[in-house]
């Protein structure tokens, strides 16, 4: 309590002496001013800040976060760095630009032990550090781990796989474990202060919540996924306040990123960098530090803040370059935070997004730029990169900042050009018209839309088993858009599904020419052991394995290999090593593989 006191006296002369001295309080909290608390970072996957009733939505159901707003600093105008879950996460923990910690997309990268995370300068200076994640994405083998004591990744749900689909667990449980966490401190009498994140996943897609949000939500689901959040965050909140933590927890809530729900044609997230995706809610809330809360209106936040303003905060050093800032001070004028989206170039081929945020206004580099007022347009509908000349120097600045970073291509390993043969190839597989193919990262991916929409179709048709439909939906697109990988990768299961596995290995190798991943090779050895290749078979397994040595997809592989050997032994160690190095994912896959060698082998005895 004596500290609070002091810190009010302490405020009072800052604001008199800013008063005097300089005509403006503009610092929100003094440096330090959060020193021994506990601090609890709430990430809310694909949450829109506009969906909260703090943030202005009349239809929203979330009086927990509103009631943090109230005792705390909200910041209007957030945005995230980057449109996909952890390439932004990333930048969360670290508060550095993306190209500096490398971490581009989803799956295939992965934070480096060179990088330093708040969990990390927390571990040192004596926190209890840990993490409750919900979505295989952000798993430890990706590299967010570092620095937290516990991190809790068990994903117990696995969804039905379709696009877009990933293993996570809902938000129930995942406050279940926070609370069973928090509780054992309590019971080991544990004294020093705690750096806890929790991550919850559920307004991802698919938008599907529990009763009674379904009910009470049935024609915005959606909305009833982040009620449902709310009312676990509540539980959560409440278990801080019986063990009489709570106004001694600095509590940060945000989001990784939006979702577009239609807005510009995007349904997700991840391939435009729009407001509708980029806007996040930023809340840092206390009751004793901010009793009254604050809207902070003259500033922009950026997720690469809140590493800097949680370090401000709590006197802890980064001990590393930041590019975020330390929001509760005095506010940088005319501040810029940069933004990128690689996910249409690596996935689909399209050209990758840069882009510049300013509080005020957007530029986008994409083959037809943009800039947006955000003023006049916050819905960024009117393109003004012609006329306005504010846009020419975001470009100018946008172009220099990227001049210090590999180039998007590179970092991809995609070449810029079909070779003669690749095009060639293409005309005589059927899949190329009169227009002949595009080079890779020139088409824009606002413009393609209707294209992922179309990829989208074909891939639930073909999980319907509607396969003609599917097939006629996925070679439609490879004919408009031969350089499209996802589209081959998707053809690809369509034809797998479809029972057509000439054509499946067809396209996965069309696919692996325009970027390779581990799956991609896995699911080739797979078509090469089914016609008995065994060369190319042990070559693709290589290349997966090289990719990504935790694949639990490479031991199926194997394992198939050796059952179909009749060396069953080493088949139901390879199954089992599947399950081991991903329980949920490639281990679904291999229990059945084991059900199905015990079945078999019981079998024979009889
Ligand atoms: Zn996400």
Redesign the pocket.
């Known amino acids: 309590m004596a500290r609070s006191t002091i810190l009010k006296v302490l405020l009072a002369v800052a604001l008199t002496v800013g008063g005097i001295a300089c005509g403006g309080s503009d610092r929100l909290a003094e440096p330090g001013s959060a020193a021994g608390m506990n601090v609890l970072v709430i990430t809310i996957?694909?949450l829109r800040a506009d969906r909260l009733g703090c943030y202005g939505h009349a239809g929203a159901e979330t009086p927990v976060i509103d009631a943090l707003a109230q005792t705390g600093l909200l910041f209007e105008q957030a945005t995230t760095v980057s449109p996909?879950?952890l390439p932004?996460h990333a930048s969360i923990f670290t508060g550095i630009n993306i190209p500096d910690h490398g971490v581009r997309h989803n799956g295939t990268f992965r934070l480096g032990p060179e990088n330093t995370t708040l969990a990390e300068r927390f571990a040192a200076s004596g926190y209890d550090t840990a993490a409750f994640i919900s979505a295989f994405v952000l798993d430890r083998r990706f590299g967010l781990n570092q620095g937290f004591a516990d991190y809790d990744d068990r994903f117990e749900r696995v969804l039905d796989p379709g696009p877009g689909s990933y293993a996570e667990r809902p938000a129930d449980a995942v406050t279940a474990r926070a609370m069973g966490w928090l509780q054992a401190r309590a019971n080991a009498q544990r004294d020093n202060p705690f750096f806890a994140w929790v991550h919850y996943f559920d307004p991802?897609g698919p938008y599907e919540p529990p009763s009674p949000f379904a009910e009470r939500f049935s024609s915005v689901p959606y909305d009833g996924e982040i009620a449902f959040v709310d009312h676990e965050l509540g539980r959560l909140i409440e278990a801080l306040r019986q063990l009489g933590a709570l106004e001694d927890t600095l509590i940060l809530l945000t989001s990784?990123?939006g979702e577009g729900l239609g807005e510009h044609d995007e349904a997700t997230h991840g391939d435009l960098i729009y407001d509708s995706t980029m806007r996040v809610p930023w809340i840092l809330s206390n009751p004793r530090l901010f009793p009254k809360g604050k809207l902070v209106r003259d500033r922009l936040a950026a997720t690469i803040d809140i590493a800097p303003t949680i370090a401000a905060m709590t006197g802890i050093e980064m001990n590393a370059r930041v590019d975020g800032v330390d929001l509760t001070a005095t506010p940088i004028k005319g501040r810029t935070v940069y933004l990128e989206t690689l996910a249409p170039l690596l996935d689909y081929g399209w050209a990758p997004l840069h882009g510049l945020r300013r509080i005020d206004s957007k530029f986008i580099q994409a083959p037809q730029p943009e800039f947006y007022d955000l003023i006049t347009d916050p819905a960024e509908l009117n393109n003004l990169f012609e006329s306005r000349k504010a846009a020419g120097g975001l470009r100018a600045e946008l172009t220099e900042l990227m001049g210090r970073w590999p180039d998007a291509f590179e970092v991809a390993g995609i070449r810029r050009e079909l070779t003669q043969e690749e095009q060639q190839r293409l005309a005589s597989l059927g899949y190329v018209t009169g227009q002949g193919v595009q080079p890779p990262g020139t088409r824009d991916p606002k413009k393609m839309m209707p294209v992922w929409h179309r990829i989208n179709q074909a891939a639930r048709l073909s999980v319907r088993g509607e396969h003609d439909d599917a097939i006629a939906a996925i070679r439609e697109v490879l004919t408009v858009d031969p350089g499209d990988g996802k589209a081959w990768s998707v053809a690809m299961q369509i034809y797998d599904r479809a029972g057509q596995y000439s054509e499946a290995e067809t396209c996965a190798r069309r696919a692996l020419e325009l970027r390779p991943t581990s799956d991609l090779w896995v699911n080739l050895a797979r078509f090469a052991l089914n016609r008995g290749d065994l060369a190319t078979f042990d070559g693709a397994l290589a290349e997966a394995a090289r990719l990504d040595p935790q694949n639990g997809g490479i031991h199926i592989g194997h394992g198939h290999a050796a059952a179909l050997a009749g060396d069953y032994e080493k088949a139901r160690e390879e199954f089992e090593e599947a399950i081991e190095v991903d329980p949920v994912g490639s281990g679904a896959a291999a229990r059945e593989q084991l059900r199905r060698l015990d079945a078999l082998l019981e079998q024979r005895k009889n």
Do not use: E, L, R
């Open positions: 996957d694909t996909i879950t932004s991802h990784d990123h």
